[in-house]
T-cell receptor
Framework: EAQVTQNPRYLITVTGKKLTVTCSQN?????MSWYRQDPGLGLRQIYY???????DKGDVPEGYKVSRKEKRNFPLILESPSPNQTSLYFC???????????????FGPGTRLTVL | GDSVTQMEGPVTLSEEAFLTINCTYT??????LFWYVQYPGEGLQLLLK?????DKGSNKGFEATYRKETTSFHLEKGSVQVSDSAVYFC????????????FGDGTTLTVKP
């Protein structure tokens, strides 16, 4: 089954304790992206990657890191989480191989993070 | 930069009512436009898309037309069902702004029997 998986689905942690949220896709997609969803703010893009070893900042990259060492994986790293990073996080992937044709995104189920 | 403005919610309708959720955008290039739907406790999934001006996307009775002259992509459905209750997001991806995706704030729709 074609899908985007995220782990963990739920995480409660404390300020300053480094954490990683994993994201994996099995569709051989070039493009992957991380978003956070907050009430009243919609989805905001954190980082995205157009290909292996290529990553770029989205609209809200502060406090986050990513890496793209393999095509299928795109982990999100919070080196020193703070309470304002409490949010619902989504990973997404897209084929993105033809301008305007195949760039719809497939989303993972989400990771609900609480930073105390 | 690119932006998407969606009709504020929440929206509450009775079953079989007509639905319109307004969406307007600003973009410097030639974006593709999307509507995504999020059911409770789930991730977003594509509802429909349009990749160029005057294209109409449609799926599950929902429709939206890419109007370049009014920079709009309004979502419509002629007769909503209780199962359509969800959060709807308008979004754009701009190939000339490679990799950047912009979403609206989302509109919560509740359909009552």
């Amino acid at each position: 089954e074609a899908q985007v998986t995220q782990n963990p689905r739920y995480l409660i942690t404390v300020t300053g304790k480094k954490l990683t949220v994993t994201c994996s896709q099995n569709m051989n997609h070039e493009y992957m992206s991380w978003y956070r969803q907050d009430p009243g703010l919609g989805l905001r893009q954190i980082y995205y990657s157009m290909n292996v070893e290529v990553t770029d900042k989205g609209d809200v990259p502060e406090g986050y890191k990513v890496s793209r060492k393999e095509k299928r994986n795109f982990p999100l790293i919070l080196e020193s989480p703070s309470p304002n990073q409490t949010s619902l996080y989504f990973c997404a992937s897209s084929l993105w191989d033809d301008p305007g044709k195949d760039n719809e995104q497939f989303f993972g189920p989400g990771t609900r993070l609480t930073v105390l | 930069g690119d932006s998407v403005t969606q009709m504020e919610g929440p929206v509450t309708l009775s079953e079989e009512a007509f639905l319109t959720i307004n969406c307007t955008y600003t973009a410097t290039g030639y974006p593709s436009l999307f509507w995504y739907v999020q059911y409770p406790g789930e991730g977003l999934q594509l509802l429909l898309k349009a990749t160029k001006a005057d294209d109409k996307g449609s799926n599950k009775g929902f429709e939206a037309t890419y109007r370049k002259e009014t920079t709009s992509f309004h979502l419509e459905k002629g007769s909503v069902q209780v199962s359509d209750s969800a959060v709807y997001f308008c979004a754009l991806s701009d190939w000339t702004n490679a990799g950047k995706s912009t979403f609206g704030d989302g509109t919560t729709l509740t359909v009552k029997p």
